[in-house]
């Protein structure tokens, strides 16, 4: 079936370094490729996303790249800081619109050492 | 960006009774909604595809008798949680996407006790 891997399952970094975070994916349809954080309790919120239509996309200090002939992806957070302590997924996604469904990694708990 | 309501966000029951969950799509109409379980430290494993007017899709391995879906609305899917067990104590939530983007309600912290 559908399956995503996510590494490492926890990753602890001084303030300032960068922290990379990789996916696999096995459904080669998958066409979407967000990625949320998520505090303790709370519900998932999107940092950043990709389409399968592009290599690589940036928003400030997070980065996301993606190899679709190798179905993997990474996040990569520059100059991080304690406040991106956090659990954080992946997703690979497929379908139409309003109706795409999501595969989510096991997760990555990133801890920022001040 | 769009707003998912979830409710309730805590609750507690004893063994064997029922309990509904409600997800709400507060600003835009969704065909269909996902509800996910989350165990502590784990990630949002997906248990099924609501859809609106129709059956829900069952993930491999959820109980469709255990865990009811009604997507009676373009706006409202209700999962109940029938003849709770310990077992079932769990964080669930729900999305529904809009476009591709999905947006997720706030969790429900289900205990059985």
């Known amino acids: 079936g559908e399956n995503v891997e996510q590494h490492p399952s926890t990753l602890s970094v001084q303030e300032g370094d960068s922290a990379v975070i990789k996916c696999t994916y096995s459904d080669s349809a998958s066409n979407y490729f967000p990625w949320y954080k998520q505090e303790l309790g709370k519900r998932p919120q999107l940092i950043i996303d990709?389409?399968?239509?592009?290599g690589e996309k940036k928003d400030q200090r997070i980065a996301v790249t993606l190899n679709k002939t190798a179905k993997h992806f990474s996040l990569h957070i520059t100059e991080t800081q304690p406040e991106d302590s956090a659990v954080y997924f992946c997703?690979?996604?497929?379908?139409?619109?309003?109706?795409?469904?999501?595969?989510f990694g096991t997760g990555t708990r990133l801890k920022v050492l001040a | 960006g769009a707003v998912v309501s979830q409710h309730p966000s805590r609750v507690i029951c004893k063994s064997g009774t029922s309990v509904k969950i409600e997800c709400r799509s507060l600003d835009f109409q969704a065909t269909t909604m996902f509800w996910y379980r989350q165990f502590p430290k784990k990630s949002l494993m997906l248990m099924a595809t609501s859809n609106e007017g129709s059956k829900a899709t069952y993930e491999q391995g959820v109980e469709k008798d255990k865990f009811l879906i009604n997507h009676a609305s373009l706006t409202l899917s209700t999962l109940t949680v029938t003849s709770a067990h310990p077992e079932d104590s769990s964080f669930y939530i729900c999305?529904?996407?809009?476009?591709?983007?999905?947006?997720f309600g706030q969790g429900t912290r289900l205990t059985v006790v």
């Open positions: 990709i389409r399968s239509n592009v």
């Open positions: 997703a690979a996604s497929k379908g139409t619109s309003g109706t795409y469904k999501y595969i």
């Open positions: 999305s529904a996407t809009r476009g591709i983007e999905a947006f």
